[in-house]
DNA sequence: CTCGTAATGAAAACGGTTATCATTATCAAT
DNA sequence: ATTGATAATGATAACCGTTTTCATTACGAG
């Protein structure tokens, strides 16, 4: 069972963890999607999780890498990414906001900080007369390998 | 906070002139789906719009719905909303910016203006290495008929 | 009015996601 | 370790929104 036990990275462990707590089992399968998605810099979809996945762990199953998905957003480990070409694709993250900066050529992805939209957000909702209790925002361009 | 300052049947009537300009043809299924688009004030899916067109105009074809959004979306007359729900609804409005305003509860979407994340651009971007070409920025909240 | 052709609606095809189901593998209790 | 209940799996089929195909219709220039 342990061609996939090498060292893993904190990442992967903490995700492993965080499943294993939450009452779920600790399978291949979930371990062979878990060390792709933790250590992608750009997001993937189930496609592409599941090539990836199935070179080093080649008997995976399509509907494994949605339902791990599906368990890994519910834990909030990962998000999902809204992009022009797609909005199917998960990148390891936090939830609740989209601070994401993402690169039009190779897709690489980074959080980014220090927004600070509350005045902007007061602006708009004395306007509009909402109640404003969440925001996406995301920057597209590219990244420095790729300018 | 209303960028479009047009009256309805003044928007209908701007988007039929402008599929007719840019050599298209004027119609029975393009004009129930625009007088539907141009006038709502939520996001629709075609289906949405198949749907209430259809009261108007039996005979459409759903096929033509998509075929008028391809249009309209090609001629920046309408654009695509993302949603936690969903990322195939458009509404009327304009391309390249996503600053939009959605209330959770009907729907109803405005755009705003004002924002001004130069100074937020510049830092991350200076920060990241990456050069940022665009920018989606969305508020979710009630509106005020919702709240 | 006529005619070339863009546009249409119905039906079939398509592709990504979800449901079904018999089999397997995890892990707590022995 | 061994067992046993059952969560999880992979293969297949079903599903559903979108796209393609194609014979027919209707727009609009002349």
Redesign the interface.
Known sequence: MDNLNITRDKRTANWLDCLRSSGYRLTEPRQAVIDILANSQRALNATEIFDLARENYPSLGLVSVYRTLEKLEELELIQKV?HPDG?QSFIAGFTGHQHL?I??VCGQA?F?E???LTP??E???R??????????????????KC?
């Open positions: 809204h909005c900066l690169c039009q980074e980014f220090g927004d600070d902007l957000i602006h708009v909702s306007e509009s007369g909402f109640t404003i209790e969440e925001h996406w925002l995301q920057f597209f361009g590219l990244c420095a300018k």
